[in-house]
């Protein structure tokens, strides 16, 4: 059977993020500000810096449907100190309203998990405010546990 490229594309495609993708990134995280009640403070040289500067402290993932970035997915490397395991936390998914409800959101964590275990990571950590039920309930069918560290924080095991 021949899956056309339309239906591919429909379906979307998770790739890593690249110097191209900062600026629509960067307005996609505005969003994700508003969408929270913040006013955005992004800056497109810092995030660009943060993700291919000489020292990257991020890495990123980017979804795209039809040729257009709808989502973003932003990692960071934690060591901890016990049990001495590395741990990827995942610090922003998100997709553009108009695109959700396709898995796409889904997509972004799956591939977060591969990245996390070539790192060689033991963890994958993300955290939604308490009043976030929506994004709890979504990391809960991911397979996400309740984390030790407080209320929202959910972690799941990449070993």
Do not use: W
Not at 36 to 43: L, S, V, Y
Not at 90 to 115: C, D, T, W
Not at 152 to 157: E, K, N, V, W, Y
Request: one cysteine or more; proline letters at 6%.
């Amino acid at each position: 059977m021949i899956i056309s490229q339309d239906i591919i594309e429909a379906r979307g495609r998770v790739r890593p993020m690249e110097r191209h993708d900062v600026p629509v990134v960067s307005g996609l995280m505005a969003r994700l500000a508003r969408h929270h009640g913040d006013a955005p403070a992004i800056d497109a040289a810092g995030l660009e810096a943060d993700l291919f500067g000489p020292a990257p402290a991020l890495h990123g993932l980017v979804v795209e449907r039809f040729g257009y970035v709808v989502g973003y997915a932003l990692m960071t490397h934690i060591d901890r100190a016990q049990p001495s395991q590395r741990e990827l936390a995942l610090r922003h998914v998100f997709v553009l309203e108009s695109s959700r409800g396709l898995g796409l959101g889904k997509q972004l964590v799956g591939a977060a998990r591969a990245y996390g275990r070539e790192a060689g990571c033991a963890f994958l950590a993300v955290g939604a405010p308490p009043e976030n039920r929506r994004a709890q309930d979504f990391y809960r069918t991911l397979g996400f546990e309740p984390g030790r560290s407080g209320a929202g924080q959910f972690a799941m095991s990449l070993q």
